[in-house]
Nanobody, 118 residues
Framework: QVQVVESGGGLVQAGGSLRLSCAAS????????MGWFRQAPGKEREFVSG???????WYEDSVKGRFTISRRNAENTVYLQMNSLKFEDTAVYYC????????????WGQGTQVTVSS
């Protein structure tokens, strides 16, 4: 089993920055990829960014150039640096981990709220 816990959400003005952290524990040696998802009110959860074992990264189009995902394997932690935040980035952000190279993520955090004021 793997547990993931997010932190770092909060309230920020448009144009500002936040950094989210996700700490994994348990069978962390088995984690192949970690990702960030978000869910805005009234919308479905969507993929934001992911990082695969070996360092590959992927971003949803709307956050490219503004968000940066990074992973510290020694600390079993993933970060999401969010710059130039927009009102539409407001959502609950979830961290997820997977032991598989593709498909659904098996382990999810409880989420952290990010609110961007316009």
């Amino acid at each position: 089993q793997v547990q993931v816990v997010e932190s770092g959400g909060g309230l920020v003005q448009a144009g500002g920055s936040l950094r989210l952290s996700c700490a994994a524990s348990g069978r962390t040696f088995s984690i192949y990829r970690m990702g960030w998802f978000r869910q805005a009110p009234g919308k479905e959860r969507e993929f934001v960014s992911g990082t695969w074992d070996g360092g590959r990264t992927w971003y949803e189009d709307s956050v490219k150039g503004r968000f940066t995902i990074s992973r510290r394997n020694a600390e079993n932690t993933v970060y999401l640096q969010m710059n130039s935040l927009k009102f539409e980035d407001t959502a609950v952000y979830y961290c997820a981990a997977s032991q598989r190279s593709s498909g659904q993520y098996e382990y999810w955090g409880q989420g952290t709220q990010v609110t961007v004021s316009s």
